[in-house]
């Protein structure tokens, strides 16, 4: 193999390397800001009531094993579930912001994957 050669392919290399490991880290990032956003509209101290509070806890805490599985629909199902709850305290239509939000950072992250 000659020089040229190699450098060729060691450039291929590295651009697709570089798209792909680009395309990840576009997607965890998507995914640390949908979990930031999560947390922070479901703290539990900001809830009105004690069953409220133990209710957001328990849902945070599902949030959190699918983030650490890397799982983003699940923590929209679980987001999506808690605004679908007639027994949700939503604090001035919190529930619907973090779908909006879930909305938004879909398209992004599909966006980003489409590049």
Do not use: C, W
């Not at 651009?15 to 999560?38: M, P, T, W």
């Not at 479901?42 to 599985?69: C, F, G, S």
């Not at 909006?100 to 879909?106: A, G």
């Amino acid at each position: 193999m000659t020089l040229e050669t190699s450098k060729t392919e060691t450039a291929q290399f590295q651009h697709r390397y570089h798209q792909n490991v680009g395309r990840l880290d576009a997607q965890l990032n998507e995914l640390d800001a949908l979990i930031a956003s999560v947390q922070a509209g479901l703290t539990p101290d900001d809830a009105a009531t004690e069953p409220e509070q133990l209710r957001r806890t328990v849902l945070l805490a599902q949030v959190n094993l699918a983030y650490e599985r890397g799982d983003q629909q699940a923590i929209e199902k679980l987001v999506s579930e808690y605004g679908q709850d007639p027994e949700a305290i939503t604090d001035g239509d919190l529930a619907k912001q973090l779908l909006q939000e879930l909305s938004e950072r879909k398209i992004q992250l599909e966006i980003a994957r489409q590049e």
